[in-house]
């Protein structure tokens, strides 16, 4: 199982990558209530009406926590927000395979709590590596990343040079 913060949700649904993720990955995508009112609640934007969907089709599974003392903790020690926390408290009680998420204090609760993350352009890449995705539409839809995510310029160029590099 994988659990997923808003913003790689949200970054994968406005580059049109969410879908064809969904459908390649073998695992469960659950993300927690918090990312579901993050993600869906104001519905005025494609991406929040195709999570919407994806969620009433079932294809991402919205899931309530067992211990809100784990989210509490998690918000106070690495000042994380609620969508983070939750899906960080989520991944650990449900010993999740990985957690996906963008949230730079959210990859550090990461890195300190031993819970294997990726973010959009990793996952970008692994659908380029398993040919989900051609080498010229992947680096479409890394500009399409780059343009809404906050990447620094060297972390997007690195993708590129892997993007771009010969099999």
Known sequence: MVVFDASPLILLAKAELLERFLGSFPEPVVIPLAVQAECCEKKVSFDAWLIARLIAEKHIEVRTLRSHMAFVQLRKEFSLGVGEAQAIALAQ???????????????????????????????????????LTSGEEALRKLEILRKYGRYRAEIVDDVRRRLEAPK
């Open 93 to 131: 009680e449900s010993n999740a395979r990985l957690i996906a998420i963008e949230d730079r204090n959210g990859v550090n609760a990461c890195k300190i709590l031993k819970l294997p993350f990726i973010g959009a352009l990793g996952i970008l890449l692994r659908m380029r590596e398993k040919e």
